[in-house]
């Protein structure tokens, strides 16, 4: 029998329930739609190119620890980082509090002393890719190292893995950091040959590709690190939320855990003590012996933890991720589907290792290479010759209420504060090549949602918006 307190707190979750489903059913899932969504009114209502999925076990969960109060990171979170890295298949999740903190907490594990001369250290080149979202660079800077920008294929948005020879300097180069672009895995096999050979560090951003298999082989299990984010338009969400994966070396989860945690020595998580059974026996640095392990600090760290409420939440997200990643599928090839007639204005995107599309699938290079993705959006570019730009089609999307983005930074070398470092300081970062690539996406791409809140009428609107919109455009210019 329920003592009359857990009478009281699943009443309340019970009620919980019950509000979520009355309030937030613009929320659920598209697929599989219900009489408790109100049907999509297109012009009236807008299409997102990507929000929060739920339904009411999000809500009755993230009550159930309210109602606890713990608040700070405990059982919820334990049992969420224990399911990531059981989907995934890694040795352990590290939550933290963004995909950012978590690209800046897997690079600073890197600079560690404990890697001994493995450690990046300070001037050290760390390769990246030069279109993308700036939180996968921005922690190589902050950690005063140096950035090697190499080209994007416009056609896959990942890197041109050719170039990836040119960007090594010897004695230099020690790491590679890039992100798997809107769900479509980069070349891991050359990518990982690469760094085999040279003996240096690959870190995984898998924050957009949760879900995406290169080879049969979950991203973000092929590097040291990997790292995720759980913001809204990402796979699932914790509202906020991010993770670093350590795919084998254990002493990696503790430099992340460290840095993650005030730089601290003691690995205790908050509320336990003396789990090395000698608290008080240590004696690191110039402290006198017996110092409070709790009060050692072996890092420059942060605090960079969620909550337990937002684990709680994710663990249910977890829970729908397959369908999330069917649905993601089945959006675009809908969209592929539906703007195929449309290929003479645009240039659709491809997976890696694909060389064309059809409407029976897609057609695969001779590499016996296949990539799986899950995918963040629908990307499409512009072709130079349409009788309208970019720039023209996203405000026309803009006004008939469509969510649409640019692939985030677009070539981050011409973002100012990357124009400003350079001005600064010249040797804070290398380029090879000329990034056309990158400057191609940044003129001519944009993408779509294709998140699992979208229903068939809103793909339906996408579609016939966007070809009406391209017929009238040539109309005009004949």
């Not at 250290?121 to 800077?141: H, N, S, Y």
Request: with cysteine; charged share 25%.
């Amino acid at each position: 029998m329920p003592t009359e307190l857990e009478d009281l707190k699943n009443r309340i979750i019970a009620l919980s329930r019950e509000y979520s489903q009355r309030a937030h059913s613009a929320n659920l899932p598209g697929y599989g739609a219900t009489a408790a969504r109100r049907p999509f009114v297109a012009g009236r209502d807008p299409v997102p190119y990507a929000g929060r999925v739920f339904t009411d076990d999000e809500v009755a969960a993230a009550i159930g620890s309210t109602l606890d109060f713990w608040l700070t990171l405990g059982k919820e979170g334990d049992k969420f980082e224990a399911e990531l890295a059981k989907y995934l298949g890694v040795k352990r999740s590290i939550l933290c509090n963004s995909g950012s903190s978590a690209n800046l907490l897997a690079v600073s594990a890197l600079t560690s002393p404990r890697l001994g001369g493995r450690r990046l250290r300070r001037g050290d080149e760390v390769i990246t890719v030069a279109a993308g979202f700036p939180t996968t660079v921005a922690p190589l800077v902050q950690n005063a190292l140096v950035p090697v920008f190499i080209d994007n294929d416009p056609r896959t948005l990942n890197a041109r893995v050719e170039q990836l020879e040119e960007a090594f300097n010897p004695g230099r180069t020690k790491a590679v950091v890039m992100a798997h672009t809107l769900g479509n895995p980069f070349d891991l096999s050359a990518v990982t040959a690469f760094c085999e050979r040279h003996g240096l560090w690959l870190v995984e951003d898998n924050c957009d590709a949760l879900g995406c298999r290169y080879d049969g082989r979950p991203t973000g299990t092929f590097g040291d690190l990997s790292t995720q984010s759980f913001y809204p338009p990402h796979h699932i969400t914790l509202g906020e939320g991010g993770a670093v994966n350590v795919v084998k070396d254990m002493l990696l989860k503790t430099l992340v855990e460290s840095f993650r945690d005030w730089g601290r020595d003691c690995w205790c998580a908050s509320g336990v003590d003396n789990t090395c059974g000698k608290r008080f026996g240590w004696q690191l640095g110039e402290l006198p012996k017996g110092y409070d392990h709790k009060f050692i600090y072996s890092h420059f760290g942060y605090n960079l933890k969620p909550l337990d409420i937002q684990a709680a939440i994710g663990l249910e997200q977890l829970r729908k991720l397959p369908d999330f990643i069917r649905a993601r599928s089945e959006n675009w090839e809908y969209l592929r589907r539906g703007l195929a007639p449309l290929g003479e204005f645009f240039e659709f995107m491809l997976p890696t290792h694909a060389t064309g599309w059809t409407p029976e699938g897609f057609v695969w290079d001779g590499s016996g290479h296949r990539t799986d993705c899950s995918w963040f959006g629908f990307m499409l570019r512009v072709r130079p010759g349409a009788p309208f730009t970019k720039f023209d089609f996203a405000r026309h999307l803009d006004d008939k209420k469509i969510g649409n983005r640019m692939l985030f930074g677009g070539n981050l070398v011409r973002q100012p504060v990357l124009v400003q470092l350079r001005q600064d300081h010249p040797e804070s970062f290398r380029v090879v090549s000329n990034l056309a690539g990158a400057d191609t996406i940044m003129r001519e791409a944009l993408f779509l949602g294709t998140y699992p809140g979208l229903t068939p009428a809103m793909l339906d609107y996408i579609i016939e918006t966007i070809t009406a919109f391209a017929r009238k455009t040539v109309a005009a210019a004949a």
